[in-house]
C-alpha cells in the first residue's frame, strides 16, 4: 500500500526553466512533508519541508506547495540548474500518531534531469 | 562537522553469512533510524532506535534482522544468514531530541549498500 506517491518516474527540463515535481498521499493522517534529493552512491539530502497548517514555503530556489484537500503537494525549482540533476523523494510524517517518532514514509522518487 | 557516519560503505557476503552495518549518528543526536532502499524503490523505513532502547521496529523482517544502539558507540543493524534479497542500501539517519527548533529534520547518512553473492 503506497501510501506516498510520485507517479512521474522521471522529468527532464531545459536550465533556466521551471521544474515541477508533484507528489501525492493517501494516509489524511500525514501532517508534515519533506523533500530529499540524492545523488547516485550517496544518502539523501533534506531540501525544504512544509507543516500541514501552511499551504507554501519556500527557501531560495525551492518553493513546496501543500493542497492538503486535493492531499497533493509540488516541489518548484526556479531556476532549474544542470546540479539540481538528481533523484528527488517526497517523505511524510504523521506526528499525531507517530509521536516522537519521526518515521519517514517516503514515495519511489523522481529522477530530474536538467539539460544545458 | 561530522554528519551521520555509516561503515562499511560497500560490503559483499556470501549466502548465509553475516551482515553488520554500523552507525554513528550526528553530533547531539540521540533518534536514530534504518531505512532500506531495494532496486527501483524508495526507503522504507525499518526501525527507531534511541540509547538502548528500540521505539519502533515495525518495519523490520520477523526473521534475521536485529539492531541495536548501544549506551557507547554506533548502532548497529545485523542481518544473519542473508539471501540475495537482502542486497539493498541501507540507511541510517538520525535526529536531535523532539521539541528542538530543528523538529523534524532528519540527517541522512550516505548508506551502505550491501551486496549478497
Known amino acids: 500500500d503506497q501510501q506516498v506517491k510520485q507517479n512521474s518516474p522521471s522529468l527532464s527540463v531545459q536550465e533556466g526553466r521551471i521544474s515541477i515535481l508533484n507528489c501525492d498521499y493517501t494516509?489524511?493522517?500525514?501532517?508534515?512533508f519533506l523533500w530529499y534529493k540524492k545523488y547516485p552512491a550517496e544518502g539523501p539530502t533534506f531540501l525544504i519541508s512544509i507543516s500541514s497548517i501552511k499551504d507554501k514555503n519556500e527557501d531560495g530556489r525551492f518553493t513546496v506547495f501543500l493542497n492538503k484537500s486535493a492531499k497533493h503537494l509540488s516541489l518548484h525549482i526556479v531556476p532549474s540548474q544542470p546540479g539540481d540533476s538528481a533523484v528527488y523523494f517526497c517523505a511524510a510524517i504523521d506526528n499525531l500518531n507517530t509521536g516522537a517518532n519521526s518515521k519517514l514514509t517516503f514515495g519511489k522518487g523522481i529522477t530530474l534531469s536538467v539539460r544545458p | 562537522n561530522a554528519g551521520v557516519m555509516q561503515n562499511p560503505r560497500h560490503l559483499v557476503r556470501r549466502r548465509g553469512q553475516e551482515a553488520r552495518l554500523r552507525c554513528s549518528p550526528m553530533k547531539g543526536h540521540s533518534h536514530v533510524y534504518w531505512y532500506r532502499q531495494l532496486p527501483e524503490e524508495g526507503l522504507k523505513f525499518m526501525v527507531y532506535?534511541?540509547?538502548?532502547?528500540?521505539?519502533?521496529e515495525s518495519g523490520m523482517p520477523k526473521e534475521r534482522f536485529s539492531a541495536e544502539f548501544p549506551k557507547e558507540g554506533p548502532s548497529i543493524l545485523r542481518i544473519q544468514q542473508v539471501v540475495r534479497g537482502d542486497s539493498a542500501a541501507y540507511f541510517c539517519?538520525?535526529?536531535?531530541?523532539?521539541?528542538?527548533?530543528?523538529?523534524?529534520?532528519?540527517?541522512f547518512g550516505e548508506g551502505s549498500w550491501l551486496t549478497v553473492v
Open positions: 494516509n489524511s493522517m500525514f501532517d508534515y
Open positions: 539517519a538520525s535526529s536531535p531530541k523532539t521539541g528542538t527548533t530543528s523538529g523534524n529534520t532528519i540527517y
Open positions: 532506535l534511541q540509547k538502548e532502547n528500540i521505539i519502533d
